[in-house]
């Protein structure tokens, strides 16, 4: 296939022949449905052959059918290489030292348009090139952990990743942070709780929910925000640092154990579940919203355990689950089982012979509530006590992803199951409160009146 035309077979490229708007062409597209003004891209090898993409004057791509392509008019060619400029990072010795660990995400970014991935800037000049602001900040530098999709992330990349934070930690870094992809991001910030204790420096955790090479990425102001915290704030523990509001105001720093992506595209998607954040960071400084958090300290002493044990699931309850479900575990060698319950935590009277075998091959299941806010309360029905004397443990607010990977670390630690149950109550890292907050559970439901008239004083 010729440069030409890279990317594009069939119906598409019979298009663009006949008009001959190649790839980087600037064009004028008219169809049934309007006019489109951009550049031509060129398509991923994988993609379909019937459509035509456009990035127009906003910024935005768009796919344009060329079955319904009335006419192309070319007004002239913009070959774009989308190569962020790499400077080389000044470096300040008054300034501190900052570690940024990749696992995958794209912090900052530029596209393949060969195959239409999102490649990751991820060196310090590149970095620099992409995010000037961040030599303001401190000394950056960045290592590579792991190149995955966040669903991929999972007990081998934990362990790596908390063992590389104490040794960077031992070597004298000011603060940490760690790249990772949206998606996960809440269980890696739960498991890194557990895995890397009292830290003497903050570690952040960040992401993007938008690629760089878009104009609504938020991937700039995140990292920017992540890395302040990371030089500068008091709050020594592992954080989750995403935007705050849907602008870009200020970013909102979340205690690991206790967050959650609650939006699947917003930018503000991360949100602090039955609690308040730990602080919010803009460009100019870091406001802390509470004053229980651990605080930095000069010493280089932290604790990294990574035992982990792998055989662990968690289950969300539906109406009519079947037994066979919880069975199937069983038979399959799993050691814990943490319940995503209804209610206060409760689930059908079929699952309950599943349940007494399972606590019969010392098996720990442990109950939460897929409701996200509330505590489990398994006395206040005869289901819930019932399921006690079974052996279902209530997990108390534990959220049911940090109660999946804590079940999995505590049973890493010990086969007792009284040990066990001792470590899965008691908390460790926030990830279990005595109480939640009045203003820890609002949720505003829109087009009621009242909720519209609010939202319109402050919605920009």
Not at 277 to 291: C, F, G, Q, W, Y
Request: hydrophobic share 35%.
């Amino acid at each position: 296939m010729s440069d030409d035309y890279r990317g594009y077979r069939g119906e598409a490229l019979a298009v663009l022949k006949a008009y001959d708007a190649m790839v980087w062409s600037d064009v004028e597209v008219r169809t049934a449905k309007g006019k489109f003004t951009g550049i031509v891209l060129p398509r991923s090898e994988t993609a379909d052959p019937q459509h035509i993409v456009l990035k127009l004057r906003s910024g935005y791509n768009v796919g344009v059918a060329a079955a319904g392509v009335e006419g192309i008019t070319v007004q002239g060619r913009k070959e774009a290489h989308y190569k962020i400029p790499e400077k080389e990072f000044p470096y300040d010795p008054a300034k501190p030292r900052v570690k940024l660990f990749g696992t995958g995400g794209t912090i900052a970014s530029r596209l393949d348009y060969r195959t239409g991935a999102v490649i990751p800037a991820f060196s310090p000049g590149e970095l620099y090139g992409s995010v000037p602001e961040l030599a303001d900040i401190c000394n950056l530098e960045t290592e590579k952990l792991y190149g995955v999709f966040s669903e991929n992330m999972g007990p081998e990349q934990w362990k790596g990743t908390a063992e590389a934070i104490g040794r960077e930690i031992e070597r004298g870094v000011q603060g940490i942070v760690i790249g990772h992809g949206t998606d996960t991001m809440h269980h890696t910030a739960a498991i890194l709780s557990f895995m890397v204790q009292d830290s003497p420096v903050p570690i952040v955790m960040v992401g993007s929910q938008r690629s760089s090479d878009r104009p609504s990425s938020d991937a700039a102001l995140n990292l920017m925000y992540s890395v302040k915290t990371a030089a500068e704030s008091s709050i020594a523990e592992v954080m989750v640092c995403m935007f705050g509001p849907t602008s870009d105001d200020y970013g909102l720093l979340h205690r690991g154990t206790r967050v959650r992506k609650m939006h699947s595209s917003y930018r503000s998607t991360f949100r602090t579940i039955g609690d308040v954040p730990l602080a919010m960071v803009s460009r100019e400084k870091i406001t802390p919203l509470r004053a229980d958090y651990k605080q930095r300290r000069r010493d280089r002493h932290v604790t990294v355990n990574t035992a982990f044990e792998e055989k662990v699931s968690i289950v969300y309850y539906y109406p009519n689950m079947k037994p066979d479900i919880i069975d199937a575990l069983i038979d399959n060698g799993y050691r814990g089982i943490v319940i995503a319950g209804t209610g206060l935590g409760h689930v059908n009277k079929p699952l309950y012979p599943a349940l007494k075998r399972a606590h019969d091959k010392n098996i720990a299941v442990y109950m939460t509530v897929q409701t996200l806010w509330g505590y489990v309360q398994m006395y206040v029905y005869d289901t819930g006590r019932d399921m006690m004397e079974l052996g279902v443990v209530p997990g108390a607010n534990l959220l049911p992803e940090v109660g999946y990977v804590k079940l999995g670390w505590a049973l890493g630690q010990t086969d007792d199951m009284q040990k066990v149950r001792e470590i899965m109550l008691t908390p460790i890292a926030g990830e279990i409160t005595d109480r939640e907050p009045s203003n820890g559970y609002l949720i505003f439901q829109g087009g009621i009146p009242e909720v519209e008239e609010f939202i319109s004083k402050y919605w920009r």
